[in-house]
């Protein structure tokens, strides 16, 4: 169960599978009424529990409730029957019952934890990147130093580096590339599907996939240069619209 606090108790799963349309079984809605009593923070670690009947068959268990807990806090109720009215036997059970939560709520922080580590790791390459454009003291030089970046960072085969100039996009820089034409056919195609990727301001793969809604024509013409795959990113600032 979740939604702790004033508001109704909302079911996630329970087993066994209730028949579609059928009421909850009261054990499971006098757990909803324990939720309150259970997750109150003097009452946080202890366990309620009341004789009950179960698909209209005489009380033979003991309904228990846990609270279920993160770093946040208590998020919401388990509800366990057993079959039991034994006190050592609830004790017993319960004891085990919070283990094992407990168990879950350590994976989940686990799993927190790792999400973390990824976020960090992505925010110290980004840094790194970055940071290879910041020693040439010279614009054009920064820009090849940041596309060499990528291109070794990722094992791109050419990796270029654009900026809007009135109504088109001219290649600034060019990975592993000190001198080049804007008259060149390479150079010519990748300004074009700059160009498409900033009017859709949307990132283009190509080859595209069967879901995609995007329009890729010109990136297709940067395919025949040789690579097998292309990846557009326009370049956004302040939230808007992209003008590199």
């Known amino acids: 169960m979740s939604a702790l606090g004033p508001q109704p108790a909302d ?7 209730q028949p579609q349309g059928s009421p909850a079984p009261a054990w499971l809605n006098q757990a909803g009424e324990y ?16 004789r009950q009947r179960i698909y209209g068959h005489p009380p033979t268990g003991t309904s228990s409730c846990c609270p279920c807990e993160n770093e946040g806090g208590i998020r919401g ?15 017993a059970s319960r004891l085990r019952l919070e283990l094992t939560l407990s168990l879950l709520s350590l994976y989940e922080m686990r799993l927190t934890l790792q999400r973390r580590q990824f976020d960090l790791h992505r925010m110290r390459l980004a840094m790194e990147v970055l940071s290879a454009s910041t020693s040439p003291t010279s614009f054009a030089g920064s820009g090849m130093a940041l596309c060499n970046e990528i291109a070794a960072r990722w094992q791109a085969h050419r990796v270029g580096l654009g900026f809007l100039k009135g109504r088109y996009v001219q290649v600034k820089a060019l ?21 498409e990727c900033l009017d859709q ?5 190509f080859p595209p996939d069967k879901e995609s809604t995007y329009a890729a024509g ?13 990846l557009l990113l326009p370049l956004r600032r302040l939230g808007g619209r992209g003008r590199s």
Do not use: W
Request: aromatic content about 4%.
């Open 11 to 17: 079911v996630l799963a329970v087993y066994p599978p």
């Open 35 to 50: 939720m309150q009593q259970v997750s109150a923070p003097q009452r946080a670690r202890q366990a309620a529990a009341g």
């Open 77 to 91: 109720l388990a509800a366990f029957l057993v079959e039991s009215s034994d006190p050592e036997v609830l004790s």
């Open 175 to 195: 990975s592993h590339t000190e001198k080049f034409s804007r008259k060149m056919k390479l150079v010519q195609d990748v300004e074009a599907a700059m160009e």
């Open 201 to 205: 301001d949307v990132e283009i793969i």
């Open 218 to 230: 010109p990136a297709g013409n940067c395919h025949r240069q040789g690579p097998s795959c292309m």
